[in-house]
């Protein structure tokens, strides 16, 4: 499997369940979560793949915009909310940092 797959795998087996944990559990809502998560996780590693620098500081702005993508298509499904954001947030932060500690 390549990277950029188990990347992405990586991602919706984190964050799907634990968005399912704070109430977004329908068919319907784990489907929006699902598809996001693939959505934003396939751009920005591209994004690095096709020339994007690969350093601390576009991480961190790639990661900001993936947060920014996901909460919008949430709102937009869900109901936006303070709540609804900061789990975004945390779900990604979740997510990344798992990450960092796998030699992906």
């Given at each position: 499997?390549s990277r950029i797959?188990?990347?992405?795998l990586?991602?919706?087996?984190i964050?799907t369940p634990?968005?399912?944990l704070?109430?977004?559990?329908?068919r319907?809502?784990?489907?929006v979560i699902v598809?996001?998560?693939?959505?934003?996780?396939l751009?920005?590693n591209l994004?690095f793949?096709l020339g994007?620098?690969y350093?601390?500081?576009?991480?961190?702005?790639?990661e900001?915009?993936v947060?920014a993508a996901?909460?919008?298509?949430?709102?937009?499904?869900f109901?936006?909310s303070?709540?609804?954001?900061l789990?975004?947030?945390?779900?990604?932060?979740?997510s990344?940092?798992?990450?960092?500690l796998?030699?992906?």
């Amino acid at each position: 499997m390549s990277r950029i797959a188990l990347a992405c795998l990586l991602t919706v087996l984190i964050e799907t369940p634990f968005l399912a944990l704070w109430g977004w559990r329908g068919r319907r809502e784990l489907a929006v979560i699902v598809c996001a998560n693939v959505l934003t996780n396939l751009l920005l590693n591209l994004s690095f793949l096709l020339g994007l620098p690969y350093r601390p500081g576009w991480i961190a702005a790639g990661e900001l915009l993936v947060v920014a993508a996901e909460y919008a298509i949430y709102a937009r499904a869900f109901g936006g909310s303070r709540r609804l954001l900061l789990l975004t947030l945390l779900a990604n932060c979740l997510s990344f940092g798992f990450g960092l500690l796998l030699p992906l």
